[in-house]
């Protein structure tokens, strides 16, 4: 059954459409609290009447919000929902059909719900002048290793105090709080840069957040795999994931939904030929500490995806993915075929080992 919803987030977005199937029905009629419903046809009963009827969503229905349903008030589900424990084993896991429901219909590389449980947004706190209440503002991305360890780059929290910053975890859209899985939220109580990260030029950009307690694993909540020290993945099509802008410049908007973005990993010389032909100069030298992605019109992150995660899969078993990247800088966004650089997850392998042994965490969470 597909349950339409029109959302005005603006150009490009068009026709999110929701698609539940009897699998997953026992979890929206408990979320709903729907007695004796069991199938995918006997929800789409509950919505609106008919065999093959498809409700638009929140333009045309009486409720704000798309995964929102009328309720009588005794039998409205009030706590949030919270991950069950997850039975799967194992780091790197995508979900590319989503959690509990899917977006069809979609044409603006909108993520699924759960499609990327590893993914973080990382949050300053701000306080608003004349209030008590405090601001959180989206800093950049980053990506859970650990249950109580992020991974990002080290421009995004270079110099910042930890009390300052917080992980929001199993974050989808960030203008809803009524997913079917609630998102987590840790502050963070240490922060480490690399000890040779370079500002001026973002050399060795990475970064490890260690938070003030582990997040509860569950469906949408999940850590990624590292590659192994010096592993290269050159010609891997690969995932980048962010909330960053959908185009350069002043006309660029930051995302309300997750987005996503396949790449390939560009050979070194091939993204150095590319890279000299930019205002970089014929004589531009690409760090070792660096990889590239892209080089597809149109195909890029973009401004305030810095430190978020470029996923690849494993070459034996494709439905498991390492991080190869985190999101550092570009030349544009993607608008003449130039390829994005980020920190070479692989160059950092024994170092991120080095620093979780130290402040006494598992290194094996990441391993595959």
Not at 72 to 78: A, H, K, V
Not at 267 to 280: G, I, N, Y
Request: hydrophobic residues 35%; contains cysteine.
């Amino acid at each position: 059954m597909d349950l339409k919803a029109a959302r005005g987030y603006g150009k490009g977005w068009g026709t999110l459409v929701l698609r539940v199937d009897d699998v997953q029905a026992e979890m929206w009629a408990n979320h709903f609290k729907w007695r004796g419903v069991a199938s995918g046809r006997e929800i789409q009963r509950e919505w609106g009447k008919g065999n093959n009827k498809q409700l638009q969503g929140i333009k045309e229905g009486p409720c704000e919000n798309y995964l929102d349903v009328c309720c009588q008030t005794p039998d409205r589900l009030t706590d949030p929902i919270t991950p069950k424990p997850n039975t799967r084993t194992g780091c790197g896991y995508r979900n590319p059909e989503g959690i509990g429901f899917r977006i069809t219909g979609h044409n603006d590389n909108e993520a699924q719900f759960g499609e990327f449980p590893w993914m973080v947004a990382i949050l300053r706190e701000e306080a608003v002048a004349g209030n008590d209440q405090k601001l959180n503002v989206y800093q950049c991305g980053g990506s859970l290793i650990h249950p109580q360890v992020v991974i990002t780059a080290a421009h995004c929290v270079n110099g910042k105090n930890p009390s300052q910053l917080k992980i929001r975890a199993g974050e989808w859209d960030t203008q809803t709080k009524n997913e079917l899985f609630t998102h987590q939220d840790r502050d963070v109580s240490k922060v480490i840069v690399h000890d040779k990260y370079y500002g001026g030029a973002l050399y060795n950009d990475v970064a490890l957040l260690v938070l003030s307690e582990p997040v509860v694993l569950g469906n949408n909540v999940e850590v990624v795999c590292l590659p192994k020290q010096g592993e290269v993945l050159d010609h891997s099509r690969c995932f980048a994931s962010g909330w960053g802008k959908d185009v350069f410049g002043k006309e660029g908007r930051y995302q309300v939904i997750l987005k996503k973005v396949e790449l390939p990993i560009v050979p070194r010389d091939q993204c150095v030929d590319a890279l000299r032909k930019t205002r970089l100069g014929p004589y531009f030298k690409l760090h070792e500490s660096f990889i590239c992605a892209g080089g597809e019109m149109g195909r890029d992150t973009c401004k305030g995806d810095g430190g978020s995660p470029l996923v690849c899969p494993i070459a034996n078993n494709p439905n498991q993915y390492i991080q190869a990247g985190i999101v550092a800088w570009g030349i544009g966004c993607g608008e003449d075929r130039t390829p994005g650089v980020y920190a070479a997850v692989a160059q950092f392998r024994l170092w991120i080992d080095e620093q979780l042994l130290y402040n006494n965490l598992d290194v094996t969470s990441y391993e595959y």
